[in-house]
């Protein structure tokens, strides 16, 4: 069954630095999305994507996120400066279509530590 | 504005038992719902959807939910738990139009006990 996975599992950064974070969606979706969990708290949206562009992004998606798609198959998060409160799981996730109807397809996650 | 409540952080069910997982909503507009379910190390995944139609949905692994509109609820249910079922849940609200972002309640931890 196809799935969507991401890398990698966890990623232990310093304050300050930069983080990239790799998807691989399922590979006939057209839409993808990140939602990062902080500890105890809830699943929230960051971004979402199609098309080469960013459809729609939530308050928390300041100018220090970037997503990208660089080729056919990898969607790519990207925090430039990291903060103590980014430390979170980051989940990818992708649809077929869009539309509310249509469900997302999860990844794994990726455990974002920054010290 | 848009929410999902989980009211309970954990549920606890003995083997054999009916469990149920409750979860409310509150939208503007016509709501999609969705469950989600979380295994350790794990994303997750996809259990049923409510989109329109006959307000009790069955979905994967013998779960099914029933839509409430009037009491703006949506909550999973299992006729028979497993320890197997054991794992996180979370509901997840659509809105019918415009944006396609989920909004997640803050999950709740099933405990099946054999």
């Known amino acids: 069954e196809p799935e969507v996975t991401q890398t990698p599992s966890h990623q232990v950064t310093q304050m300050g630095q930069e983080v990239i974070l790799r998807c691989v969606p399922i590979?006939?979706?057209?839409?993808f999305y990140w939602y990062r969990q902080i500890l105890g708290q809830k699943v929230e949206f960051l971004v979402s994507?199609?098309?080469?562009?960013?459809?729609?992004k939530s308050e928390i998606f300041d100018d220090q996120f970037s997503v990208e798609r660089p080729d056919g198959s990898n969607f790519t998060l990207k925090i430039r400066s990291t903060k103590l409160e980014d430390s979170a799981m980051y989940f990818c996730?992708?649809?077929?279509?869009?539309?509310?109807?249509?469900?997302?397809?999860f990844g794994p996650g990726t455990r974002l530590t920054v010290l | 504005a848009q929410s999902v409540a989980q009211p309970e952080d954990q549920v606890n069910v003995a083997e054999g038992n009916p469990l149920t997982v409750k979860c409310t909503y509150s939208?503007?507009?016509?709501?999609?719902l969705f469950w989600y379910v979380q295994y350790p190390n794990r994303g997750l995944q996809f259990l049923l959807k409510?989109?329109?139609?006959?307000?009790l949905v069955k979905g994967s692994y013998g779960f099914e939910a029933e839509f409430n509109k009037s009491q703006t609820s949506f909550h999973l249910k299992k006729p028979s738990a497993l320890v197997s079922d054991s794992a996180l849940y979370f509901c997840?609200?659509?809105?019918?139009?415009?944006?396609?972002?989920?909004?997640f309640g803050t999950g709740t931890r099933l405990k099946v006990l054999a």
């Open positions: 590979s006939n979706h057209l839409y």
């Open positions: 939208v503007s507009g016509n709501p999609y």
């Open positions: 994507f199609y098309n080469n562009e960013i459809s729609e």
């Open positions: 409510y989109i329109t139609g006959d307000n």
């Open positions: 997840a609200l659509a809105r019918s139009s415009g944006t396609y972002k989920y909004i």
């Open positions: 996730a992708s649809s077929e279509l869009a539309g509310g109807a249509n469900e997302q397809f």
